[in-house]
């Protein structure tokens, strides 16, 4: 039988940190077994806000490493950037004129990142979660696995496949484009929000998400961060003064502490249970060094790795090179459907 067809990407944006290996690269990993998987770095999505050439191609070939480190077969599944595949931003149009000006305004990412001076924001900006959509349906991707804070892009996606379906119905049967199960020529993807830790939080506030922006470095771990810096950065994440509850109830209220907690049980793959039975009632002067310990233990070794691949570049650019191939070999005879569903002359 047919596996199930997964599609994901990760911006190569500055440090890649805990949020995004718990969140989503610990899941790619994971999906691997029964699935036949499309890793995507996401560089046209990258320069939606500013990025240096220089760094936006070091940055690229960092989370393509990061990506094997963690244990992703480039050879079975396939690793790739976006731009070395042109059918992202032709059925980005496409979309584009399918997506309605109303649902985009509502994106609250694109609220968030634009900030107060929305009338400077990129016009790529506003327009990001269509290229998203586009990255998906580009393959008839049948799963997303994502961190939580992408779930409204992926609805969005659902929408856009869906208004595709319905304003070329006709054509789409006429041409015998109909997929089986769903009678659309695009399947409606489903989000995967799961796994050890969906919604990684900011070790200096534990209400904001961790990410790439913070302009504090001590909000974050990132992967290539060395055991002193990740000792030094948890034994200064903030808490509050009381001990650690016994069961996970006590942790409601107490973000900075169930965030800790968090960490340590995906890390672990244990329950925040377990943690709790283990850590119930100590202080965080007990807690932080043996937390500071197993995120030095699990992060070494793929730390160590990424550094191996990273000192031969040609070698990331021949596995992306690669999979761009194979990637334009799925998505080539997709788009050509598009195109012919939409009336295009070819
Ligand atoms: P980005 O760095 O924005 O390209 O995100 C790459 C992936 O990591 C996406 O699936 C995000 O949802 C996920 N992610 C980013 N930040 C976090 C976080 N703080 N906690 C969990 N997942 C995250
Ligand atoms: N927007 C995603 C993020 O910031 C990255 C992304 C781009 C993506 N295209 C995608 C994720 C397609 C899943 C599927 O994290």
């Not at 609805?155 to 319905?166: G, P, S, V």
């Not at 055991?227 to 973000?255: C, F, M």
Request: hydrophobic content about 40%; aromatic content about 8%.
């Amino acid at each position: 039988m047919k596996k199930p067809r997964v599609f994901s990407g990760v911006q190569p944006t500055g440090n890649l940190h805990l949020g995004n290996y718990l969140g989503a690269i610990v899941r790619f990993v994971d999906l691997q077994k029964d699935h036949e998987c499309i890793y995507c770095v996401v560089d046209m999505h990258a320069i939606t806000v500013w990025q240096d050439p220089k760094e936006l191609l070091r940055s690229t070939r960092e989370v393509t490493a990061a990506f094997l480190a963690a244990g992703i077969d480039a050879k079975e599944h396939i690793v790739f950037n976006q731009s070395q595949v042109s059918q992202h931003a032709e059925l980005a149009w496409v979309l584009n004129c399918v997506a309605r000006i109303g649902w985009l305004n509502r994106m609250t990412q694109f609220k968030e990142k634009a900030g107060k001076n929305r009338e400077n924001a990129s016009v790529g900006l506003y327009d990001y979660p269509v290229l998203m959509a586009a990255d998906i349906l580009a393959y008839h991707a049948e799963k997303v696995p994502v961190g939580e804070d992408q779930k409204q892009h992926l609805e969005l996606t659902r929408d856009i496949a869906q208004k595709f379906n319905n304003d070329y119905a006709e054509r789409i049967a006429e041409l015998g484009l109909a997929g089986e199960e769903k009678g659309g020529f695009f399947p409606l993807p489903e989000p995967l929000i799961q796994g050890p830790a969906t919604r990684v939080m900011s070790l200096r506030d534990g209400t904001k998400k961790m990410s790439k922006s913070d302009p504090s470095d001590y909000s974050r771990i990132n992967l290539s961060d060395d055991p002193d810096t990740i000792a030094k950065k948890i034994r200064k994440a903030k808490t509050d003064p009381e001990p650690l509850p016994e069961t996970v109830e006590g942790l409601e209220g107490r973000p900075e502490a169930a965030n800790l907690v968090g960490i340590y049980a995906a890390l672990a793959g244990v329950s925040h249970e377990d943690v709790l039975r283990q850590f119930g009632g100590k202080g965080f002067a007990e807690f932080k060094p043996a937390l500071a310990e197993l995120v030095v233990e699990k992060l070494s070794p793929v730390n160590a790795e990424m550094k191996r691949i990273l000192a031969d570049p040609g070698y990331i650019d021949e596995v992306l090179r690669d999979g761009a191939e194979r990637a334009r070999a799925i998505a080539a005879p997709i788009f050509e459907d598009v195109k012919r569903i939409v009336g295009f002359l070819m």
